[in-house]
T-cell receptor, first 113, second 115 residues
Framework: DAKTTQPTSMDCAEGRAANLPCNHS???????VYWYRQIHSQGPQYIIH???NNETNEMASLIITEDRKSSTLILPHATLRDTAVYYC??????????????FGRGTQLTVWP | NAGVTQTPKFQVLKTGQSMTLQCAQD?????MSWYRQDPGMGLRLIHY???????DQGEVPNGYNVSRSTTEDFPLRLLSAAPSQTSVYFC??????????????FGPGTRLTVL
């Protein structure tokens, strides 16, 4: 049970911001939101995670709504190399769940020149 | 560091054959996991380990065995391969305990076909 809903696919022009939405309406107070991506045939790659505050790192920004029922991953200046499937995952942070990530089908982001 | 390595990259088996998918990491990570990915699907957790000598089942454990005799290695065994096990298998590891928010590092995958 992935507990998240994402659009199947999205397009974005190179150089523009890519905004990938995720719904997690049943999220619990102790569950974090994680984003991973998978470039064709490769292993997934961690992007960012957050609890309730907005987060930013060198790859992306994560915006979580105040009620925490949805979030948006923002790639500020998308490049062709950002074409990938993006997974939004929620999980409780504990020793027993550390090794457990439940992936849904994700969003196929295609960046075009 | 080599990170997370998996061997073989590709494998073809006949129904009923057995084999072991190898996974190793040189980052001294305590936590390791195995996932499978079927075409057009997300990853599904098979088994995971929170440390040497400790393993547990994930979403789809049937048909697979694991063991964790060392911190570095986490092999996945198929005792009697079935066509339904045709998939891409990913191994992952997580840095040492202390911060349970740490992200997983994934290997490059093993593509298995069972005829």
């Amino acid at each position: 049970d992935a507990k998240t809903t994402q659009p199947t696919s999205m397009d974005c022009a190179e150089g523009r911001a890519a905004n990938l939405p995720c719904n997690h309406s049943t999220i619990s107070g102790n569950e974090y939101v994680y984003w991973y991506r998978q470039i064709h045939s490769q292993g997934p790659q961690y992007i960012i995670h957050g609890l309730k505050n907005n987060e930013t790192n060198e790859m992306a920004s994560l915006i979580i709504t105040e009620d925490r029922k949805s979030s948006t991953l923002i790639l500020p200046h998308a490049t062709l190399r950002d074409t990938a499937v993006y997974y939004c995952i929620v999980r409780v942070i504990s020793a027993s769940t550390l090794g457990r990530l439940y992936f849904g089908r994700g969003t196929q982001l295609t960046v075009w020149p | 560091n080599a990170g997370v390595t998996q061997t073989p990259k590709f494998q073809v088996l006949k129904t009923g054959q057995s084999m072991t998918l190898q996974c190793a990491q040189d980052m001294n990570h305590e936590y390791m996991s195995w996932y499978r990915q079927d075409p057009g699907m997300g990853l599904r957790l098979i088994h995971y380990s929170v440390g040497a000598g400790i393993t547990d089942q994930g979403e789809v454990p049937n048909g697979y065995n694991v063991s964790r005799s060392t911190t570095e290695d986490f092999p996945l065994r198929l005792l009697s391969a079935a066509p339904s096990q045709t998939s891409v298998y990913f191994c992952a590891s997580i840095p040492a305990a202390g911060d349970f928010r740490n992200e997983q590092f994934f290997g490059p995958g093993t593509r298995l076909t069972v005829l």
